[in-house]
Nanobody, 124 residues
Framework: QVQLVESGGGLVQAGGSLRLSCAAS????????MGWFRQAPGKEREFVAT????????YYSDSVKGRFTISRDNAKNTVYLQMNSLKPEDTAVYSC?????????????????WGQGTQVTVSS
């Protein structure tokens, strides 16, 4: 059974940093892109970042580009999201996801395994 478990969320002041982790179990995803998405209350799920299976390619939403960095460790079946210069508008539940075979991009429909999410709250 595939399971994705996020950790590292919490409460931080504006300008601060957090590092999220997402550990996958049940199978290896070293051949799949992995991504991070977020959902704020009352809003739709929003793409944040994705990384290719071999870490060569990354892609970020405009809202986080230059502040967030996605990385992965295939040996640990884990993907990370380093979040710096956090803003109150970054407050959301952050979830990781595994891309479908050969998919690399920002579409929610391109991902077929999802974690439950971790809450990130940024105070002003």
């Amino acid at each position: 059974q595939v399971q994705l478990v996020e950790s590292g969320g919490g409460l931080v002041q504006a300008g601060g940093s957090l590092r999220l982790s997402c550990a996958a179990s049940g199978r290896t995803f070293s051949s799949n892109a992995m991504g991070w998405f977020r959902q704020a209350p009352g809003k739709e799920r929003e793409f944040v970042a994705t990384i290719s299976w071999n870490t060569v390619s990354t892609y970020y939403s405009d809202s986080v580009k230059g502040r967030f960095t996605i990385s992965r460790d295939n040996a640990k079946n884990t993907v990370y999201l380093q979040m710096n210069s956090l803003k109150p508008e970054d407050t959301a539940v952050y979830s990781c996801a595994v891309g479908q075979t050969f998919y690399f991009g920002p579409s929610v429909g391109g991902y077929n395994y999802w974690g439950q999410g971790t809450q990130v709250t940024v105070s002003s």
